[in-house]
């Protein structure tokens, strides 16, 4: 991860990892920027830092409109902050999970911090034995199987208080 930070949004259909998008949405915000001026602004600061495909051009400027928004209006966060973590070695199973996570979490408008720990030593430092795991703030959820997606929007929901 760079000094700048990364921020996944969704792009299209992908979930995408931003660098500096962090930094540029706190400008934006402080700025006060008109919707459609910090689309430009955000754009602008992103492509410099990351690769984005002529193509796609239109879906970065949807997706960094709709993230302005949400932040713009309080991120439709409750008072305490959620936090997310998948615990795992990087296996195709905890991959779903995280892509079912951001999915969940994009369709309730719920935001989080999310980190996934692929280090055995952390994992286990969190009583955690077997993975896949889901931990949401400081709870284990889940640990060695995957969660369907309902009981996961469930934890979601009561952890955000929504």
């Known amino acids: 991860m760079s000094e700048i930070g990364q921020k996944k949004i969704k792009i299209g259909t992908a979930s995408v990892g931003l660098i500096g998008l962090d930094q540029a949405m706190r400008q934006a915000l402080a700025r006060e920027l008109a919707a459609d001026e ?20 239109d879906l970065y400027r949807k997706a960094l409109g709709r993230e302005y928004e949400r932040a713009r209006s309080g991120g439709g966060q409750s008072h305490q902050q959620l936090t997310i973590k998948i615990l795992g070695p990087g296996c195709v199973s905890c991959n779903k999970l995280n892509t079912m996570i951001f999915d969940i979490m994009q369709r309730l408008d719920i935001a989080a911090d999310i980190e996934q720990i692929h280090d055995l030593d952390e994992i286990w430092r969190h009583g955690v034995i077997t993975t896949p795991a889901l931990i949401i703030n400081g709870r284990i959820k889940s640990s060695g199987r995957m969660p369907p997606p309902a009981e ?7 952890a955000s208080g929504a």
């Not at 910090?38 to 051009?57: G, H, K």
């Open 38 to 57: 910090a689309v430009d602004f955000l754009y602008n600061a992103v492509s410099r830092e990351n690769y984005i495909p002529a193509t796609a051009a």
């Open 152 to 158: 996961v929007e469930q934890w979601l929901l009561e």
